[in-house]
């Protein structure tokens, strides 16, 4: 399991959101670009990326300093969500050397854009599912549908998508610990990677995402933890390895 540090961006900023509260933010560094090589460095093994802006706009807005960190570091998966609403995005960020999309509203809006974008883009396309109370939520988490986050991720894994991020919206940013049993749920209900996120605070949440013992789980992002210096990006990274080693 490899733990993602995240980059949200608001206004070119690395900022951190309370339950996808726009208003609700703290900024943590003006420049993005060293931001990212700082994660790398500590041994983050992929970066998730978030436009805020573009989130709530429906278009990219931080694009040009997306496109700087992965000129930055090519040989670092990186992952990319906000504002994915079409085909040409999706090309324009592959371009720039990010590795995956990450369509979420879209994807619950318009189910067939991700069959459309899994068969143009193979092997590049992520489903992002943000759950409040096992209902997913879009546009940037303001609204929250009647649509069960199992029933659409199972759709999903039938289009080809390469992973599915699962967010918890009532612990995102609010330093509450992850919700084990909901990600154990979902990584259980599908054949497809499953990226935790939402709530990761410190090293008992790393602990308890290993025990899960789910060869589906890929990865946990963490945010607000890593810049808050609550949980080591190292430390956590080296744990991980070390409990799903053990686990053989």
Same mark, same amino acid.
């Given at each position: ?11 070119? #900023? ?36 978030? *436009? ?22 090519? *040989? ?32 619950? #809006? ?41 029933? @659409?991720?199972? #759709? ?30 979902? %990584? ?19 602990? #308890?995402?290993?025990?899960? *013992? ?16 609550? @949980? ?8 991980? *390895?070390?409990?799903?080693? %053990?686990?053989?």
């Amino acid at each position: 399991m490899i733990v993602i540090p995240a980059i949200d961006l608001k206004d070119g #900023k690395c900022v951190r959101l309370k339950q996808g509260r726009m208003e609700d933010n703290t900024v943590y560094g003006d420049d993005a670009v060293a931001m990212a090589s700082q994660w790398i460095e500590a041994g983050g093994r992929r970066l998730h990326l978030v *436009d805020l802006n573009g989130a709530f706009e429906g278009r990219p807005v931080n694009g040009e300093v997306i496109k700087q960190i992965a000129q930055a570091h090519r *040989d670092i998966p990186i992952q990319i969500g906000g504002g994915i609403r079409n085909l040409e995005t999706i090309e324009a960020y592959l371009d720039a050397g990010v590795s995956y999309a990450i369509i979420g509203t879209q994807a619950v #809006k318009d189910p067939d854009f991700v069959a459309q974008a899994c068969k143009q883009f193979a092997g590049h396309i992520i489903v992002g599912l943000d759950a409040k109370d096992g209902k997913v939520a879009t546009d940037g988490w303001a609204e929250v549908s009647e649509i069960d986050v199992i029933d @659409l991720a199972q #759709k999903f894994q039938n289009d080809g998508v390469s992973a599915i991020v699962y967010t918890d919206i009532n612990r995102d940013g609010m330093m509450q610990g992850v919700n084990v049993e909901a990600t154990q749920r979902l %990584a259980q209900a599908v054949n497809i990677p499953i990226i935790a996120s939402g709530g990761v605070t410190d090293i008992e949440d790393i602990k #308890k995402l290993c025990a899960v *013992d789910n060869p589906r789980l890929l990865g946990a992002i963490t945010g607000r933890a890593i810049y808050e210096k609550t @949980l080591d990006l190292s430390q956590a990274q080296q744990l991980a *390895d070390q409990l799903i080693a %053990a686990q053989g």
